[in-house]
């Protein structure tokens, strides 16, 4: 989970401003984290708790109003968490980390994952870039092989993986929906040779970095065992005590690396 938080911090500099390089600082001063960290950390809360999801994402994104959520999750946010409303949006897919984490087979993972999604995004594909999420990180943290994973994923989910970051980075532009983020976000860990490696592929598509490294950020640190120190200790530093303590309470019940 920690990597989803990471990716999310370091990506966050570059929502707006787009790069299609690698060589870039992991962080600034303009480093924070935004919603991808916030309904990654209410996921949590729920599972630590009671798995009302919804409950949780409205309590989380009522503390933290400014955190730069979309224009229908804001408005599903306001109306106290209605229903939801059949959205296809990557927001389903960036918050899915802790349930890679938290549950004992990939049945129940996937259960849950869709769960996660259906309270805002109940469109198929929203479902699926969620459940092809959590499903990824399921397998890595059991050391199934990338290329197992990949086989996986596209035979259950039918995205097409079978590409590198420098062929999707020159035609690629931000876009928010699971089918046209998710799969580029699973090859930037796929075609990486380490955590930070993942990130960077992530961010240099020059896409809806955050979210993407969230996601890239979450399945790599699964596969690597963890996330480098310098950056695990840096993104946890940028949390609010409020959110760092839910992440620390996660940690520890489910046993995850320190970094």
């Given at each position: ?70 224009g229908?999750?804001?408005?599903w ?12 949006g ?31 995004h ?45 062929d ?16 580029e ?61 839910i ?13």
């Amino acid at each position: 989970m920690l990597g989803a938080i990471s990716g999310d911090i370091i990506g966050s500099v570059f929502e707006a401003f787009p790069i299609k390089e690698k060589d870039f600082p992991l962080f600034s001063q303009g480093s924070i984290f935004t919603d991808d960290t916030v309904m990654t950390l209410a996921v949590a809360r729920a599972i630590l708790t009671d798995k009302d999801y919804g409950a949780h994402m409205v309590d989380l994104g009522r503390r933290y109003p400014h955190a730069g959520y979309g224009g229908r999750f804001a408005s599903w946010l306001a109306s106290g968490g209605g229903e939801p409303y059949n959205s296809f949006g990557n927001g389903s897919a960036m918050r899915v980390s802790p349930l890679g984490w938290a549950f004992e087979t990939l049945e129940q993972t996937l259960e849950e994952a869709e769960r996660s999604s259906v309270v805002t995004h109940n469109h198929p594909e929203g479902i699926k870039g969620a459940q092809s999420v959590a499903g990824a990180i399921y397998l890595a943290r059991h050391g199934i092989g990338k290329h197992e994973i990949m086989d996986w994923i596209s035979e259950t989910f039918g995205y097409d993986l079978d590409r590198l970051v420098e062929d999707i980075r020159p035609g690629y532009s931000f876009d928010v929906t699971c089918q046209g983020s998710v799969p580029e976000a699973i090859v930037a860990f796929l075609d990486a040779d380490d955590f930070e490696d993942a990130v960077r592929n992530a961010v240099s598509l020059g896409g809806d970095a955050d979210t993407q490294a969230c996601i890239t950020g979450a399945i790599a640190e699964a596969f690597w065992g963890g996330v480098p120190s310098h950056i695990g200790e840096k993104a946890i530093s940028i949390l609010d005590p409020f959110l760092r303590d839910i992440y620390l309470e996660f940690r520890d019940r489910f046993n995850l690396a320190k970094y």
